[in-house]
């Protein structure tokens, strides 16, 4: 089947097909291996990349950029404080401005609304970042990356380990879901994810094989899992709720024993990073075999280059 993403936005997997998401794994390992050996197609000649960012990031940020100037693009970086975007201007106004000056615009903030309606006012492409919702472009690395250590990556278990409602929680579960991974939530219950979300990604797990899993117990959660992933326990904007964050999710801290009960050698740890040691996870099993968290930031630059590849990209 040929796959044309062109002129398409990237706001959550909820939008893209199995096959898509294949597409945007494959290329992304295409653009890896091109650009080890010094090949720069340039498939983004000429194009004007808005990079906004209400919230700080190491990783997103830099992969858009290097993206872009490998790929030939140039790339603006508008921080909350550059612009006015929903506080003197509203952002359907900022985004019919940009619309007429950028060829594609990255969006990381708050609001899962503000980048659709980035994306529904500016006509243009529009790569969601991460939003307290969602964060779709990290999940396309942590895929990349256990197909890089597994092969296939259909029917392996993947369990989650943490807060089970933040926007990694979301997006790897609707992800996981798509593509036939099945997803297990370990996480106290007063952080399990939104019924209505869990509803609908059993439903895309029907058509593609997936279970989809939600428990308090993380040991019982962990065994024979292939990958165990976990993210900071306190997301950027919730840092009101630290210290009660830091109490509840003490039992569910990726350690040593929570390794072993996988029964597995092969387990692989993920982390989207940026890690808090000590507190979701260890020092020793960060730093340990199983952990390959800067494979998976490395892929964040080859993965978010091949969303701007497939859906802005010429001779693609
Ligand atoms: N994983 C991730 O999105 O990292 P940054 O916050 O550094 O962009
Ligand atoms: N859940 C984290 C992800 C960081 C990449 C946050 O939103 O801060």
Not at 11 to 32: C, F, G, M, P, Q
Not at 190 to 198: G, H, I, K
Not at 228 to 235: E, P
Not at 265 to 293: D, K, Q, W, Y
């Amino acid at each position: 089947m040929s796959i044309n993403l062109k002129g398409r936005s990237f706001l959550t997997l909820k939008d893209y097909s199995a096959e898509e998401i294949e597409y945007l794994i494959d290329l992304a390992i295409d653009l890896k291996e091109k650009k080890k050996k010094g090949i720069f197609e340039k498939h983004l000649l000429n194009k004007n990349v808005a990079l906004i960012f209400e919230k700080p990031s190491t990783r997103t940020r830099c992969s858009f950029t290097v993206g872009c100037v490998d790929e030939g693009a140039h790339p603006e970086y508008l921080s909350k404080d550059d612009i006015q975007l929903g506080h003197k201007e509203t952002v359907e106004d900022t985004a019919r401005v940009l619309g007429r000056m950028f060829d594609g615009i990255e969006f990381r903030g708050f609001s899962q609304d503000t980048v659709e309606k980035l994306a529904k006012y500016s006509g243009v492409p529009v790569w969601n970042g991460l939003t307290d919702e969602d964060h779709p472009t990290q999940v396309l690395a942590d895929f990349m990356t256990m197909k890089e250590k597994f092969g296939n990556i259909k029917g392996l278990k993947f369990v989650y380990c943490g807060d089970g409602r933040n926007n990694m929680s979301n997006a790897l579960m609707i992800g996981c879901s798509k593509i036939g991974v099945n997803y297990v939530v370990a996480s106290p219950k007063s952080l399990f994810p939104d019924e209505n979300l869990v509803e609908l990604c059993k439903k895309y797990g029907e058509e593609s094989g997936a279970s989809i899993t939600v428990t308090d117990d993380i040991l019982k959660a962990v065994e024979g899992a292939d990958v165990i992933y976990t993210d900071v326990w306190v997301s950027m904007g919730e840092e009101a709720k630290t210290e009660e964050r830091l109490k509840i999710l003490k039992p569910y801290q990726v350690n040593e024993g929570v390794m072993k009960a996988t029964g597995k050698e092969s387990t692989i740890f993920m982390h989207c990073l940026p890690a808090v040691r000590g507190n979701e996870v260890t020092n020793e099993v960060l730093e340990g075999p199983s952990s390959v968290v800067f494979d998976e930031a490395e892929n964040r630059m080859h993965t978010i280059k091949a969303v701007m590849v497939a859906t802005l990209g010429e001779n693609i």
